[in-house]
């Protein structure tokens, strides 16, 4: 098993630009979740999905979209990218509700 | 979700046991703690988790105090790899599983 596999893992974007960051697990784990971290702090929820086709807001969602349309894929959409979203974007899954979470290594995102 | 502290820093000696406090005092009966760590600038690593007995497995042990309100995650022979930030969580099992993290424990292992 690969785990939590992100991509890319260092993006560079110019202000105003989208794109997409990409999340897969082949664990056949329901929940997958998208959370940030910005330097010297924890991790802030994005975006969270309980299963294929159902997503849900977390604590910081601004600016981000999420789908959810297989178990193993949970991308992470910036509409249009802004300096306040550089940061640390970190993906991770559980096989159910409680479970521990499995984390992906990170894409390290830099906004100018 | 309960929220959690734990001091921002500690030092252990390599091959010591490092013992990481943390207090959730306002934890509820169907609240979990979980630890988590951090390993420079890797994804968090799940380490061990439990409701109000103690936990062991290859990694650490738990120890969940009898009022539940604070615990303790210990490692037993710290080593240079053990250098991290550890998160202590306390998080419904009922609840979305999504965690909050703290600040954590940067806990450094000196040779």
């Known amino acids: 098993n690969a785990g939590v596999t992100q991509t890319p893992k260092f993006q560079v974007l110019k202000t105003g630009q989208s794109m997409t960051l990409q999340c897969a697990q082949d664990?056949?784990?329901?929940?997958m979740s998208w959370y940030r971290q910005d330097p010297g702090m924890g991790l802030r929820l994005i975006h969270y999905s309980v299963g294929a086709g159902i997503t849900d807001q977390g604590e910081v969602p601004n600016g981000y979209n999420v789908s959810r349309s297989t178990t193993e894929d949970f991308p992470l959409r910036l509409l249009s990218a802004a300096p306040s979203q550089t940061s640390v974007y970190f993906c991770?899954?559980?096989?159910?509700?409680?479970?521990?979470?499995?984390f992906g290594d990170g894409t390290r995102l830099s906004i100018l | 979700d309960a929220k959690t502290t734990q001091p921002p820093s500690m030092d252990c000696a390599e091959g010591r046991a490092a013992n990481l406090p943390c207090n959730h005092s306002t934890i509820s009966g169907n609240e979990y703690v979980y630890w988590y760590r951090q390993i420079h600038s890797q994804g968090p690593q799940y380490i061990i988790h439990?409701?109000?007995n103690n936990e062991t497995n290859e990694m650490a042990s738990l120890i969940i105090t009898e009022d539940r309100k604070s615990s303790t995650l210990i490692l037993p022979h710290a080593t240079l790899r053990d250098t991290a930030v550890y998160y202590c969580?306390?998080?419904?099992?009922?609840?979305?599983?999504?965690?909050?993290f703290g600040t954590g424990t940067r806990l450094t292992v000196i040779p």
């Open positions: 439990g409701l109000k």
């Open positions: 664990m056949n784990h329901e929940y």
């Open positions: 991770a899954s559980s096989y159910h509700l409680g479970q521990p979470q499995h």
């Open positions: 969580i306390v998080r419904s099992g009922t609840g979305a599983n999504n965690l909050f």
